[in-house]
């Protein structure tokens, strides 16, 4: 694990000449759940397998709230306390993307390139296997692998965490909370929050 003096944040993409090579994790990680857990954990893994730092990539605003702000989700975390979470389990550094319309039209093969690979110098990818990005939602775990072929990164899709029935995803919490089933989002989130509990319906 890092000591906390050497953890970074950045709130954009880093400068060219700060990561020279790492292992990334990307994804919104609002709730930072039992499934957001076991991504940084696979890419923590990977981190030390390859003698890398691992960072965690994240959006702000939701993607939602810019996209459709209709149907932009509660948000269950903010991005600082998303932050806090992901240092603690040990991560070498947060990457907070400002999500605007430019980024969503971004092709998936630019975001790779330029973002991942050109300013993260990314050698091994950790996504859950449902994971996005860009334009049209086309960069999915295919998509992933195969530009990793080409540009010289690995790529591990992470299953989905389950609990019995339930899939463990930031949208199982909010229904829980909705249902002012204060106990059933906790046991999805894998932690006490009062900060998530207080949100129940």
Avoid at 16 to 30: I, P, R
Avoid at 110 to 116: A, P, R
Avoid at 130 to 154: K, Y
């Amino acid at each position: 694990m890092t000591s906390p003096q050497h953890q970074r944040v950045w709130r954009d993409w880093p400068a060219l000449a700060d990561l020279e090579a790492s292992v990334a994790t990307v994804g919104v990680f609002d709730g930072f759940h039992r499934g957001h857990v076991s991504l940084v954990e696979a890419a923590l893994t990977e981190g030390h397998r390859l003698g890398l730092p691992t960072v965690l990539v994240t959006f702000e605003p939701h993607p939602l709230a810019v996209l459709a702000p209709e149907r932009a989700p509660l948000q269950l975390l903010s991005v600082e306390d998303r932050i806090e979470q992901a240092l603690a389990l040990g991560v070498d550094g947060v990457i907070v993307l400002p999500f605007t319309r430019e980024l969503a039209a971004q092709p998936a093969a630019d975001f790779v390139e330029q973002g991942l690979v050109g300013r993260l110098g990314l050698r091994s990818l950790v996504v859950g296997d449902n994971f996005r990005c860009g334009c049209g939602g086309e960069g999915d775990v295919a998509f992933l692998t195969e530009a990793g072929r080409r540009l010289g990164f690995e790529v591990s899709g992470v299953d989905l965490v389950r609990l019995g029935e339930r899939t463990c995803s930031s949208t199982e919490v909010r229904r829980a909370l909705a249902a002012g089933d204060v106990e059933g989002a906790l046991e999805v989130l894998g932690r006490a929050d009062h900060r998530i509990a207080a949100m129940a319906g």
